[in-house]
């Protein structure tokens, strides 16, 4: 037996480092962080895991090719600083990353280690480098290309616009972020609640681009305040359209329009850009059931459940029409919603919303489901069970069944083309759209998708930007 | 920053009127469109309808009813400060055409949404007939700009204190049994809108309304503002704010409207109790 696999045989048999948590009972009535952190002796000790693969299939799992075992080797070294500036060149958005990616189907899902025992949990590492940067590091910002003189327009400050607006300024552009809401973030700050994503966190990633000479223009439509023709009059010679999918999509069953029911982009950016979960101390209001069902099994089901939970209610029921292995939501995001009391009806669909004299929600009937052929997305295709009707009763429901195309900006450009569920038309290859000098990446490209998918779809926009601007379309 | 350059208070200072530094916003606006204002960090995200802007001297005006803890915070607002955010122009513009005749059906702060529309129905060549009211002559407002902006100018007061004794609907109605109209257009509180497009129902002539119910982003992503339209949901952010209606539920509208009354008692008193200690001090 050589000394290597000796080695590989200790490292597997040390057990994951176990990130530390808010305990259930307590995080479910705050809006605090749940996870709260590896130390330095727990990133160390967690790194030394790492088998350093020749051929590592993390860095093939990750959208974006973030060097992972090297950037691990690095915190293993307890070289803190270099660790994240080697993220960096990969990755604009790894405070983020660290927290919300889906590591268990990219990275952490291709780690040798996953085939006998647990992977090396990359996402914490990557997490912990960057937090350590942002409570200890120097601020020292990666260097940046000579200028190119050229100028470059993002549209959307989200996942997929920030990338853009990192690579392409420490390419030598000049990058102007045109965003909609009055803050910048898209997604990550509307959409994915404080306790999985301090909004303090997205402000620094967004100040470290900011820091590297990206302009960030609020309130500003694109579409409305300004058109995309206009902004190439401005003098912009490229323009990546990054604006999410964001047009809410309900069951489309009666009783829908009773107060008491919103969608979950409704609810969750009072909660999370409004801040309303401090009502009345800021000025946006949030409903407040006691009796909650939100209808849904991705993220954002749990994302709302949770808030709910957290705005006091005292019984929180996912309704979910398929069963829990079909569930779209990240494992750890289930896992804490379970571990913090919201029970999971599965199988059952909504039938119609009840509602009393005043219009307000009061209940809904639901049916039970069962799984039948698979469909197109290759699912079970689950359908009704004739006569299983029954009520149950609920004072708010929070309807996160996924979104479709915003028409705002697509509307307002006739040149753009779409498919026919309203998303852009653009070569996968490259980002670029059928408008000369647009590309677009994101969910307003693939629909619903991942904050890293996002991120994957700028980083190739951009480099396709990159060429365009340096050798033409 | 959104400067505010220019300030009025009317009727009995329960309306104020805004003139706000926003040129790029002033520049692309039309009539019918609205924007999102929002006072400080804190602040809520509130829709307004434009009252009339100036592109030239990168302006827009808005005109609002103080009747919340928001709308409270705004009219504190004193000019040379101004809004930290304001998002626009949203919404579809009215669309203006030559039809023939046009009557402007407005009621209390809604005549501030329903002037530029008059006035560029005028401007497209049709014969405007406007009706404006209040519940008395002290709250009417914009008397003299509708007067401007229309052909014939009509006004009603609740109580009688002004112009015609009664309801802007009896006006309509008068207009309607003596002549051909080839279009209505009304803007005010929901139950005038709602009666004056079960009258116009009755004679047939088509009606536009113009609607604010509450909404977060403006853009069309919250779902918050929907309304029934013709049996179908819509959205009033995107694909109104302005509706055919005959087609719209006004009832549901209404009750959609009280989604956050209780919220707003709470948040606006606790507003009034601060303001008097503040000026107690």
Not at chain 1, 6 to 25: F, G, H, I
Not at chain 1, 166 to 192: C, M, N, R, S
Not at chain 1, 443 to 453: C, E, F, N, R
């Amino acid at each position: 037996m050589s000394v290597e696999t000796t080695a590989k045989e200790k490292k597997q048999k040390k057990s994951r480092v176990q990130m530390p948590e808010q305990e259930p009972k307590v995080r479910a009535r705050n809006f605090f962080e749940v996870p709260t952190g590896y130390t330095a002796e727990m990133s160390k000790e967690e790194a030394s895991r790492c088998l350093q693969c020749k051929n590592p299939g993390c860095v093939e799992g990750c959208p974006v090719g973030v060097d992972i075992p090297g950037f691990i080797k690095l915190i293993h070294d307890g070289d803190f600083t270099k660790a994240i500036r080697h993220i960096w060149t990969m990755n604009s958005l790894p405070a983020v990353c660290g927290r919300v990616c889906p590591q268990e189907s990219q990275c952490e899902g291709k780690c040798i280690l996953a085939k006998k025992g647990e992977p090396v949990a990359i996402g914490n590492l990557e997490r912990f480098a960057a937090d350590w940067e942002r409570a200890n590091g120097t601020g020292a910002l990666p260097p940046k290309a000579a200028p190119t003189g050229k100028k470059v327009a993002v549209v959307g400050a989200g996942p997929a616009g920030l990338t853009v607006a990192g690579d392409l300024i420490q390419k030598g552009h000049e990058v102007t972020v045109f965003e909609a809401f009055h803050k910048p973030g898209g997604v990550l700050l509307y959409g994915i609640p404080e306790f999985r994503l301090p909004k303090e966190i997205v402000a620094q990633e967004v100040n470290f681009l900011e820091r590297l000479g990206v302009r960030v223009e609020c309130n500003s439509v694109v579409g409305r305040t300004v058109t995309l023709d206009e902004l190439f009059e401005q003098g912009y010679q490229a323009i990546f359209l990054g604006v999410g999918a964001g047009l809410p999509k309900f069951m489309n069953i009666p009783g829908e329009n009773l107060v008491g029911i919103l969608s979950a982009n409704e609810y969750l950016t009072r909660a999370n850009l409004m801040k309303a979960y401090l009502f009345p101390k800021v000025d946006t209001p949030i409903p407040r059931g006691k009796d909650v069902v939100v209808l849904g099994g991705g993220n954002v089901a749990m994302d709302s459940a949770r808030t709910a939970l957290r705005l006091g209610a005292d019984r929180v029921r996912l309704v979910y029409r398929r069963s829990r292995e079909e569930m779209p939501a990240r494992a750890a995001e289930a896992h804490h919603a379970e571990e913090e009391g919201i029970e999971f009806f599965l199988l059952t669909n909504p039938v119609r919303y009840i509602g009393n004299e005043k219009g307000r929600l009061v209940g809904m009937e639901c049916i039970k489901m069962e799984l039948g052929e698979p469909d197109a997305s290759g699912r079970r295709r689950p359908v009704a069970v004739k006569g299983s009707e029954f009520k149950i009763d609920c004072d708010l429901c929070i309807v996160a069944v996924g979104t479709g195309a915003n028409p705002l900006l697509t509307s307002s450009t006739p040149d753009l083309k779409l498919n026919k569920w309203g998303y852009i038309d653009t070569e996968p290859a490259s980002g670029k759209t059928m408008k000369k000098g647009v590309w677009a990446g994101g969910d307003i490209v693939t629909g619903s998708a991942t904050v890293i998918l996002a991120m994957g779809a700028g980083r190739i926009a951009a480099n396709s930007m990159h060429a365009y601007l340096m050798r033409g379309w | 920053m959104f400067k505010i350059v220019k300030r009025e208070e009317m009727s009995q200072g329960t309306v104020v009127l805004n003139e706000i530094e926003a040129p790029l916003i002033a520049k692309k606006a039309k009539p019918g469109q609205f924007v999102i204002l929002k006072a400080n960090e804190n602040g809520e995200r509130i829709p307004l309808t434009m009252a009339y802007t100036d592109p030239e001297r990168g302006i827009i005006a808005v005109i609002y009813q103080v009747v919340g803890k928001s709308t409270a915070l705004f009219k504190t607002l004193n000019v040379g400060e101004g809004y930290q955010d304001v998002i626009g122009p949203l919404g579809k513009p009215t669309h203006i055409e030559k039809l023939g005749k046009v009557v402007c059906v407005g009621g209390g702060t809604g005549v501030a949404v329903l002037h530029p529309i008059t006035r560029a129905m005028k401007q497209a060549g049709n014969h405007v007939i406007a009706i404006i009211g209040a519940r008395t002559k002290d709250l009417l407002i914009l008397e003299e700009f509708m007067k401007s902006a229309s052909h014939e100018l009509h006004i009603c007061t609740d109580d009688g204190s002004y112009g015609r004794h009664g309801f802007v609907t009896h006006a309509l109605k008068d207009i309607l049994d003596k002549e051909k109209v080839d279009l209505v257009v009304a803007i005010g509180p929901v139950p005038m809108m709602k009666f004056v497009s079960k009258l116009t129902k009755e004679y047939n002539v088509p009606t536009l309304v113009s609607l604010n119910p509450i909404m977060v982003d403006g853009t069309g992503m919250c779902g918050g503002c929907r309304v029934s339209v013709g049996g179908k949901n819509q959205f009033a952010c995107v694909d109104g704010p302005e509706f055919d209606g005959h087609q719209v539920d006004f009832d549901e509208l209404m009750m959609r409207l009280q989604a956050y009354c209780e919220e707003e008692k709470m948040c606006h008193n606790e507003f009034c109790m601060l303001e008097e200690s503040w000026h107690k001090k």
